[in-house]
């Protein structure tokens, strides 16, 4: 049974930062691209980022281009997303993704496996 767990959202203050975390267990990882999208209430859920099996390319949403860092570690299964400079616009339950398909200009394409989400919220 493939699981992802998300961990490490919160409360934070804008302009401050915040990483999440992601570990995935049943599944081979290295295999698999992974990523995180995220969704507003009444929004609909939103690419932020992805990262190819080896780490080679990495995929952002132009709305965290330069603020968000997703990188990944194999030998435990994890994949983060440091968010930097975060705004109330951020504000947000982050999902945790994996799949097997990958698009430099719009990262996952299709999700194999959903994490349950993390909550961000932002105080202004």
């Known amino acids: 049974q493939v699981q992802l767990v998300e961990s490490g959202g919160g409360l934070v203050q804008a302009g401050g930062s915040l990483r999440v975390s992601c570990a995935a267990s049943g599944l081979t990882f290295s295999r698999y691209v992974m990523g995180w999208f995220r969704q507003s209430p009444g929004e609909e859920r939103e690419s932020v980022a992805a990262?190819?099996?080896?780490?080679?390319?990495?995929y952002y949403a132009d709305s965290v281009n330069g603020r968000f860092t997703i990188s990944r570690d194999n030998t435990k299964n994890t994949v983060y997303l440091q968010m930097n400079r975060l705004q109330p616009e951020d504000a947000a339950v982050y999902y945790c993704a994996a799949a097997l398909n990958y698009s430099p200009t719009r990262g996952i394409l299709a999700v194999s496996y959903w994490g349950q989400g993390t909550q961000v919220t932002i105080s202004s």
């Open positions: 990262i190819m099996w080896n780490g080679a390319s990495t």
